[in-house]
């Protein structure tokens, strides 16, 4: 038991960085791996955005290594949001390879970091980054860090609408959470701890906002509704815990990690454990679920193309049944095993034509 124990101790701990466009999500991510990394505690970075252009880190494994998101859009016919989803569930049918490799590091590492796609939606409202996160969260001691732009937060309506959306994603994830009030260079996080530890003041404030009562003086809607939630919220603060850093200069980024490692103890004491073992269980379904959905839209999409563009007609061609690649192949690359080899889940070779294409890497 005591073994078991110090084994326990020995995992990393994963942090799922997730956050509203523009919150900071990338420059805290490349704030802590640089942290880290002078610390000679150097973590393993996951990069799940496929459509994010450069990334100032060089992640272990990135999503872009494995799918061509512009392929994606272009031969699943979507728009941006559609094509960063079907990369991500691409992705996904192949998360027991990238689960594989970071257990491999597992020993050697004390952090391992996902940064999510900046559509915080894509990540925390569809399937596969629900399957992603139970995938990592049953197999390591998980957190989510869910980053604020504290400068854009100082309003009570969208501090309130933020606060919603994190209590969202916490009852959803259920794992240790912590709420990073990035920006402090430019606005203290003060008045949000003081809303979270004081309703009345939030109430205050709210009250001393504009449009919020009516022409008679009394309050509007809106106005009552958040006075309600702020009540309401009271018990969803008692669940995390809030950090104020700047992903700018640094500042807050040690406290950060104080959090970050008391949050191992909770995820070990807590009831995630026995409920995330019933997640991992569900895996495996979940992984073949999503590939068949993923295998039956591209089938029916490229009949739809092929009705439409002759010259695709002849370059994607049905194929026989039993010959689609149902995920088999050892496509995740780990870069910092091996240098890049410029492979890809090839869609098209799913469909059984240009077998040595290699898609240009986005740039
Ligand atoms: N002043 C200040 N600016 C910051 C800080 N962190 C990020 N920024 C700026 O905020 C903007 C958005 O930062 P990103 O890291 O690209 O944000 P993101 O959430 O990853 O954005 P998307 O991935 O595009 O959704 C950039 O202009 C950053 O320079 C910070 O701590 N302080």
């Known amino acids: 038991m005591a073994a078991e124990e110090e084994k326990d101790k020995k995992k990393p701990i994963v942090i799922i960085?997730?956050?509203m466009a523009g919150a900071g999500k990338s420059t805290f991510v490349?704030?802590?791996?640089?942290?880290l990394g002078s610390r000679n505690k150097s973590p393993y970075v996951?990069?799940?955005d496929p459509a994010v252009?450069?990334?100032?880190?060089?992640p272990n494994i990135d999503i872009r290594d494995t799918i061509n998101y512009h392929e994606v859009m272009r031969q699943y016919n979507l728009g941006p949001n559609g094509g960063i989803l079907t990369a991500l569930n691409l992705f996904t049918t192949k998360f027991d390879q990238v689960l594989g490799l970071v257990e491999k590091r597992a020993d050697t590492v004390d952090y391992v970091i996902l940064d999510t796609p900046g559509q915080i939606e894509i990540f925390t409202w569809s399937a596969s980054g629900a399957i992603i996160t139970d995938a990592m969260a049953s197999s390591f001691p998980t957190v989510v860090a869910y980053i604020i732009d504290t400068p854009r937060t100082k309003a009570p309506a969208t501090f309130m609408s933020n606060m919603l959306y994190a209590c969202s994603i916490l009852y959803k994830t259920k794992l240790p959470f912590i709420l990073v009030f990035n920006k402090t260079d430019v606005q203290s996080h003060d008045f949000a701890v003081e809303w979270m530890q004081d309703f009345e003041a939030f109430q205050t404030a709210l009250a001393s906002h504009r449009d919020t009562s009516d022409e008679d003086g009394e309050p509007t809607y809106m106005n009552s509704l958040m006075n309600s939630m702020s009540l309401v919220l009271d018990e969803f603060y008692k669940n995390l815990k809030a950090v104020g850093v700047s992903s700018m200069t640094g500042d807050g980024i040690k406290e950060f990690f104080e959090v970050v490692d008391a949050s191992r103890e909770e995820y070990e004491s807590r009831e995630y454990l026995p409920e995330l073992e019933r997640a991992r269980a569900a895996r495996d379904k979940s992984l073949q679920d999503i590939m068949g959905e993923s295998m039956a839209r591209l089938t029916r999409d490229l009949a739809i193309d092929k009705q439409r563009n002759p010259v695709l007609n002849e370059t994607w061609e049905e194929e026989e049944e039993g010959d689609v690649d149902e995920g088999g192949e050892d496509n995740i690359i780990d870069r910092?095993?091996?240098p890049w080899p410029g492979e890809y889940i090839d869609l098209t070779r799913q469909k059984g034509h240009r077998d040595n294409t290699n898609w240009p890497r986005p740039a």
């Open 53 to 58: 252009a450069t990334t100032a880190f060089e």
């Open 30 to 35: 490349n704030r802590i791996n640089s942290y």
């Open 46 to 48: 996951l990069n799940l």
């Open 17 to 19: 960085t997730i956050g």
């Open 336 to 338: 910092s095993e091996s």
